[in-house]
């Protein structure tokens, strides 16, 4: 005998309410699934505090630019981090006037570790860690034991020109890597090694290419014969984008 129209409604009505339940439950456990999967991914979380600690992730590159003119918050990454430093007084006035002056206190920087601004020193901790780091023990198996640069702060325009931009460097927003020191002494020279095939020059196109990962601005050799002997690295406000 063929079934009750008014039956066969309800079970349809039945069914649909069904699944949406089953739906609802899928959902809900998707969402704890997602957050569980985040607590132990937080990289990837942009609920998540930002710890350079943590490898790069999708959610690294938006906290990253939250910090370019949040000095405090951007503090407070390096002290969440480990990271050692010595915020100083402000300074200068004008077009090179400081008010962000982070000096990183244990960086392998040489001669010593001048003050730049926080946004520069965090990229100089995650390109140590990320890049730097691996691909020395990778290519000399050791360590770095120095980085030397050739300052961070000049209060001057572009190439030194009496008119037109301001440097990076006008604010110690950005800084100038000559070579690295392995622990074994042997010595890295971006102006004596950077052309060829060898160890030497592998390492510094490492080097190179993993700065345009950290920072807004990576110049090399490769740019123009006024960067022959160094990486100029900065943080422009664009935050990334420039890489020669």
Request: proline share 7%; glycine share 8%; hydrophobic share 40%.
């Amino acid at each position: 005998m063929a079934d009750n129209p008014q039956r066969i409604s309800t079970r349809i009505g039945r069914f649909v309410g069904d699944r949406r339940v089953i739906a609802l439950l899928v959902l809900a456990a998707l969402l704890v699934a997602g957050r569980t999967w985040l607590a132990e991914h937080p990289e990837h979380d942009p609920w998540a505090p930002l710890d350079l600690r943590d490898p790069p992730g999708w959610a690294t590159m938006t906290k990253l630019h939250a910090l370019r003119d949040d000095v405090p918050q951007c503090r407070a990454v390096l002290e969440r981090s480990e990271v050692a430093f010595t915020a100083l007084d402000p300074q200068g006035e004008g077009a090179c006037a400081r008010p962000d002056r982070t000096r990183l206190d244990t960086y392998p920087l040489s001669p010593s570790s001048p003050p730049t601004t926080c946004p520069v020193g965090i990229a100089l901790e995650l390109w140590r860690t990320d890049s730097l780091e691996p691909a020395a023990q990778e290519i000399f198996g050791g360590d770095i034991a120095r980085i030397e640069h050739l300052g961070a702060y000049s209060c001057r325009r572009l190439y030194g020109r009496d008119s037109g931009a301001w440097s990076e460097h006008a604010t110690g927003n950005a800084i100038d890597i000559a070579g690295f020191v392995l622990e074994d002494g042997t010595r890295i020279s971006v102006l004596g090694d950077w052309e060829g095939e060898d160890d030497k020059a592998r390492f510094l196109s490492r080097a190179r290419d993993g700065a345009c990962d950290a920072f807004a601005t990576t110049l090399s050799p490769d740019y123009n014969a006024a960067h022959a002997d160094h990486f100029h690295l900065d943080m422009s406000p664009r935050w990334s984008g420039v890489c020669r």
